[in-house]
């Protein structure tokens, strides 16, 4: 069964089979294409703009590359610095293997606090295990409130829907729709103008900032040498989670720690100038750890969430290279198509390029069946990623693993091998290609296909069929009729 | 050189070879066509049926790696591609075999790349009225970085004006098997295209790629569009209008 988009809650941890049924749906969808085209068009122009203004950024996007590779290298070393000096300066860190631990961890965090209302700065980590559906359900009794507080979010989350980009999530809704959604949750009719949403969204929220026991946060950078936790952000709401309520939480993907400080510097000046074009995002926050005796401000208990959740098992394998992403969104807004499905036909926490890779790299290929087919291999991505990962090679070899598994399917292993048969024949080529000669005109009105049988349906529905010609060029080369008028024949 | 014709346009647009040997001819080059050629294995390869693609690739390796062949040429930015960038990972696991590719791979020409860098032309010496839009196949554009070489003999020619598109990058949606699995995306990604073709007045359709030309050439037909499509050797053929 397909999944459907918009479902509640949906992400990484529930079914993403069915991308090719949503995506032909979303591309009728006129009004979602459009948008995702503005979008992207914009953030691609501001992007390029950004990126020719800094005279360094091939080498800068090699850099990254190179740390991310010797990172992972040694990724527990790393980690076990960052987790020492978050610990040496009295915050908790906290090792979850996969979702269901780490929300057991925060489950449990809340009922020792005794938390009712828990708000949250975007964090596409807590979006992959579900973190807030799975705390309500799976601790009812403690009755929490949760409340996404990056404007975007909150509004998807009002609406019951997933985000639909990484840097954008409601990239799929209009104005109109958001105020509706707004309207809704204000109990009277919102004017769909962003400056009055704005308003109406910061004074809702502030009361929920200033009332929150725990605020969780993601985090874009984890450095190990100082144990600092990092997030980029444009609304500042990030702070207000993060230092506000007497608990702060960061969940953290364990590929994003970094070695050491001039590390991050190389990823903070790529980070913001793909994903949005600007130099560096407003807010740039650095969180080490509770706040200290002489400080005035900051939680009492810092928790740092590492998460693996699959993430490991890639290290030093073939698809190590999927874990260099610092999800800045780059190779969605670059991509075909993903510009014409959007990012809930992928049905994925992760859509885009990066999702079609991680994604069944995460959840098992079964599942994610579609996804490494849903590319034309254009190579778009990888030549936007800022970190350089070769996201369409990448694609290649998980559609390998597929073919070996079998998952890929009787049909088309059959059909493989008939290829590889005749192809590596050429006498039997020529006989096959003059049999097709034959059998092609009864699919011909007016010398043009109109229908193919088999798997070739879809793709003679929505365009003319090219037929084989008369001559092959073999056989025109053989008959020496390559020539031409004051020219030299064959 | 070598020829290498790819399958696709040996049965179904013989006439871009034609015309790429006719080109040829006329700069002097000598063509031969080693007819033991079939394929070079890119669908199977694309859909990750990397056994099947290898046995093919094995039959290309046999038939290509001839030392008197200092080049193969082939009209099509994608074939060139598979054989160049693509079978050093088919073969990543058989040093023998990596090491022929590769040896291989840096003799394989994108028919433009060897008329602008191999052979020098400077003056293509053909004519052709229209207004036309170039079309850079992904792998032509990305992995080989052939993308000024055609468009500067298009400018060459005489009587064509070439236009600017706007989203002139985008992939054209064909992608092999992609179009085939995902029909109605890729006929979205190609209308994008068109709309754009549309929007520059251009009543002309010029690429290397033949697979992308069948495919929005397809596309064209079936939504109206009277549009010629045509590769670039048909652009620069000195017979163009014989068999
Ligand atoms: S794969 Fe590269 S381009 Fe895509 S989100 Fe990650 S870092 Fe950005």
Redesign the pocket.
């Known amino acids: 069964m397909a999944a459907k988009a918009g479902r509640p809650g949906e992400g990484l941890e529930s079914r993403v089979e069915g991308f090719n049924e949503r995506a032909r749906v979303a591309v009728k969808d006129e009004r979602l294409r459009s948008a995702v085209a503005v979008h992207s068009k914009n953030t691609i122009r501001n992007r390029n703009a950004a990126l020719s203004a800094l005279p360094d950024a091939p080498e800068l996007r090699e850099r990254a590359y190179r740390i991310k590779q010797e990172t992972m290298a040694n990724l527990d070393r790393h980690l076990e610095r960052m987790a020492s000096a978050v610990e040496k300066r009295g915050g908790k860190v906290f090792f979850a293997n996969d979702g269901e631990e780490a929300v057991r961890y925060i489950g449990e965090l809340a009922r020792r606090r005794g938390a009712k209302l828990i708000t949250k700065s975007k964090s596409m980590a807590t979006e992959e295990i579900e973190l807030n559906r799975r705390l309500q359900e799976e601790y009812p009794e403690l009755g929490l409130e949760i409340v996404e507080t990056d404007l975007g979010e909150w509004i998807a989350q009002l609406a019951g829907e997933p985000p639909s980009h990484?840097v954008a999530p409601i990239l799929h809704m209009s104005r109109h729709r958001a105020a509706e959604v707004l309207s809704e949750e204000a109990g009277h009719p919102l004017p769909p103008n962003v400056e009055d949403l704005v308003y109406f969204a910061r004074e809702r929220l502030r009361q929920k900032f200033l009332s929150a026991d725990i605020g969780i946060t993601g985090a874009n950078f984890g450095v190990a040498e100082t144990g600092t936790v990092v997030t980029a952000t444009n609304e500042g709401n990030e702070g207000l989670v993060a230092s506000v309520p007497s608990v702060h939480v960061a969940v953290m993907g364990i590929e994003k720690v970094v070695p050491r400080l001039e590390d991050l510097a190389v990823f903070l000046r790529l980070l913001a100038r793909?994903a949005t074009g600007q130099k560096m995002t407003v807010y740039t926050d650095f969180v080490s750890g509770p706040k200290g005796e002489d400080e005035p401000d900051g939680p009492e208990e810092f928790h740092l969430v590492l998460l693996d959740n699959g993430r490991s098992s890639l290290l030093g394998g073939e698809f190590e290279e999927a874990l260099?992403?610092?999800?800045?969104?780059?190779?969605?807004n670059v991509c075909p198509v993903y510009r014409q499905t959007g990012g809930h036909a992928y049905g994925s926490t992760y859509s885009?390029?990066?999702g079609a890779v991680i994604t069944p790299l995460l959840k098992g290929d079964e599942e994610a069946k579609d996804l490494p087919h849903a590319s034309s291999l254009c190579g778009a991505?990888w030549e936007?990623?800022?970190?350089g990962?070769p996201?369409h090679e990448l694609l290649l070899r998980l559609r390998r693993r597929q073919a070996e598994t079998g998952i890929s399917g009787r049909a088309q292993r059959l059909a493989f091998d008939a290829f590889e048969f005749g192809m590596r024949r050429p006498g039997l080529y020529g006989i096959g290609a003059k049999a097709a000669r034959g059998v092609q005109g009864p699919l011909l009105r007016d010398g043009v296909a109109r229908s193919l049988p088999g798997p070739l349906k879809g793709w003679a529905e929505s365009r003319e069929i090219p037929h084989l010609a008369e001559k092959s060029f073999r056989e025109l080369w053989r008959e020496g009729r390559i020539w031409w008028r004051g020219g030299k024949n064959s | 050189m070598a020829l290498f014709v790819p399958c696709f346009v040996d049965l179904i647009r013989p006439e871009v070879g034609v015309a790429t040997v006719r080109v040829l001819r006329s700069l002097g080059v000598e063509v031969v066509y080693p007819e033991g050629q079939t394929c070079c294995g890119q669908p199977a390869f694309n859909s990750g049926f990397f056994d099947e693609a290898r046995g093919v690739a094995r039959r290309f390796l046999d038939v290509f790696e001839r030392e008197d062949f200092d080049y193969v040429v082939c009209p099509s930015g994608s074939c060139s591609t598979m054989v160049s960038r693509y079978y050093p990972l088919l073969f990543e696991e058989t040093p023998e075999e990596r090491g022929r590719a590769e040896a291989l791979g840096g003799r394989v020409r994108e028919f433009s790349d060897f008329l602008a860098n191999v052979i020098g032309m400077e003056d293509p010496g053909a004519s052709y009225s229209g207004r036309a839009v170039f079309h850079a196949g992904c792998h032509q554009r990305r992995e080989l970085g052939v993308l000024e070489e055609p468009r500067r003999i298009l400018r060459g020619v005489s009587g064509l004006e070439l236009l600017d598109w706007e989203d002139e990058e985008l992939c054209c949606g064909f992608g092999g098997t992609f179009s085939v699995k995902m029909p109605e995306v890729s006929a979205a990604m190609a209308d994008q295209k068109i709309r754009a073709l549309e929007k520059s007045g251009a009543d002309t359709l010029i690429s290397c790629d033949p697979s992308c030309l069948l495919h929005l050439e397809g596309r064209l037909r079936r939504t109206g569009h009277d549009t010629r499509v045509l590769h670039l050797a048909q652009v620069l053929d000195p017979g163009r209008g014989e068999v």
């Open positions: 990484i793909s260099y992403c610092i999800r800045c969104g780059a190779c969605l885009g390029p990066i991505c936007a990623c800022p970190v990962i996201l």
